[in-house]
């Protein structure tokens, strides 16, 4: 058998970590197998669906490198489909029209639960002939369940599950004004897809006892199902937006790398021994649901972070320099040249040994593209502001024109300079930073120095010469 996943998203917000981890299981789950993984927009619900919503999820899947197999299939594109299959069960004995009204409905609920009785619709139509129907409104069609035995639905990752049938009732198919109800619309788009496995959170598990009754009723094979427990907060409560359940693209834009969204998000509730670092590709070749845990997974922003930066220090320097050049320009105002672009590669590999995240990144080496005369931090212009240090820098400045250009030189002449006015390392490297990179905190100086180069390097000392000169 060919496996055949699929990813069923809303349109109706963001692409949120539950739905992008549940992408991530089934896109793993097919590649493993060497089959089909789908996409289905399933925009049924009219009043909450939206372009903007649809556009997010293709964007945030997308930003996953969760590649889908053809084209996405949109739900509300194949309601007559849907609607026909309903009919065909009428037709069949399956299903049958029910005229109750809401108004009679709650009455039914009311009197449900003031017997302490469990709500369910009790089959007033079930037996009824259809000619009885009112001719004045339309009817709903409801599916005609089993009322004995039980249904079992053998779950990859729940294992067993069962219900006794008489729990369960005939559920609408179609609504009166002729649309379909999801179930039916789930039901029928996963078998003319060809979905073999449902893989998705174990909120919709109830939902699975009503479908698998529906497949039957269609006499259509059942999918293998997969409920994967859903994703709590670091207090073991719901996951929410203050635990970090933001959308895809929120977190693209907080400086996160896919390749680091999609290790963590496979950390998630499913394991293979005490590996942590797992690459896509082993993924691939590793995934099973058989290593999907049954208790929630609980979401951590420092155990993202921290693999994020791992993810970062492995990163192509030139692929990062295209990650943090827009922000960098959105804080300049202006496009970054190509000598700006040229000192962020020559400066990457030292950077991003010590950030976490992009957005860290760009911070980090802003004063490398950054136009003269540098604009500076407070500390860095009390640094400046001291006559006697700039004096010094100068100085220092002044015996290297014909040093070679590379941080080791570049560091033992600060040394032996320092050492010369008596001084320690630091008594020259810090107005050296403020001059060079606007802050009292950048990376390695002398390795700054080498980045920026000869004309660079002296351009901005003189211009921090002219902010610490007397006037």
Not at 125 to 148: I, Y
Request: hydrophobic content about 40%; aromatic content about 8%; proline content about 5%.
């Amino acid at each position: 058998m060919s496996v055949v996943t699929r990813f069923a998203p809303s349109p109706t917000g963001f692409l949120h970590i539950g739905g992008a981890r549940t992408a991530l299981f089934n896109w793993l789950f097919a590649r493993h197998h060497g089959g089909t993984f789908m996409l289905r927009i399933e925009d049924t619900d009219r009043a909450r669906s939206t372009e903007a919503a649809v556009a997010a999820i293709f964007d945030g899947i997308k930003w996953l490198g969760l590649d889908w197999d053809g084209e996405a299939v949109f739900q509300f594109a194949r309601m007559e489909r849907h609607a026909e299959v309903a009919r065909r069960l009428v037709a069949e004995g399956k299903a049958y029209y029910c005229w109750c009204t809401p108004d009679e409905l709650e009455k039914i609920r009311e009197e449900q639960r003031a017997k302490g009785l469990p709500m369910r619709y009790p089959g007033v139509w079930r037996d009824r002939d259809p000619a009885e129907g009112p001719k004045d409104r339309p009817p709903v069609v409801r599916l005609r369940a089993p009322q004995d035995g039980e249904t079992v639905i053998a779950d990859l990752v729940q294992g067993d599950v069962r219900v006794a049938n008489n729990q369960l009732d005939d559920m609408v198919l179609l609504r009166a004004d002729g649309t379909p109800t999801y179930m039916l619309s789930v039901v029928v788009d996963d078998h003319d897809m060809g979905i073999t496995h449902v893989i998705r959170g174990d909120d919709h598990l109830t939902n699975a006892f009503r479908q698998y009754q529906l497949y039957k009723a269609c006499g259509w094979d059942v999918p293998v199902f997969a409920h994967i427990p859903l994703i709590h907060g670091p207090d073991g409560a719901k996951l929410s937006k203050r635990h970090g359940a933001l959308g895809a693209e929120a977190y693209r834009d907080m400086g996160f790398l896919p390749e680091a969204m999609r290790n963590y998000l496979l950390r998630l509730g499913w394991s293979h021994g005490d590996d942590e670092i797992i690459s896509t590709e082993q993924a691939v070749e590793w995934f099973s649901l058989d290593h999907v845990g049954r208790s929630p997974s609980r979401f951590d922003m420092t155990k993202l972070t921290n693999l994020n930066g791992h993810y970062l220090r492995l990163a192509d320097d030139a692929r990062l320099v295209g990650l943090v050049v827009p922000a960098m320009e959105a804080r300049l105002g202006h496009p970054v040249d190509q000598a700006g672009r040229d000192r962020l590669l020559a400066g990457m590999a030292g950077m991003k040994e010590r950030a976490k995240s992009v957005v860290e990144l760009a911070d980090m080496g802003l004063f490398y593209v950054a136009p003269r005369p540098l604009a500076v931090d407070d500390k860095a212009a009390k640094v400046l502001a001291d006559a006697e240090q700039v004096a010094m820098l100068s100085e220092f400045a002044a015996g290297l024109a014909g040093a070679d250009w590379s941080k080791s030189v570049l560091e033992d002449a600060a040394r032996l300079f320092a050492e010369g006015k008596g001084q320690k390392l630091g008594k020259i490297a810090q107005p050296l930073r403020a001059a060079l990179t606007g802050s009292s905190v950048s990376p390695p100086i002398f390795e700054v120095m080498e980045v920026l180069g000869r004309a660079e390097t002296l351009g901005r000392i003189a211009d921090a010469e002219r902010v610490g000169r007397p006037s």
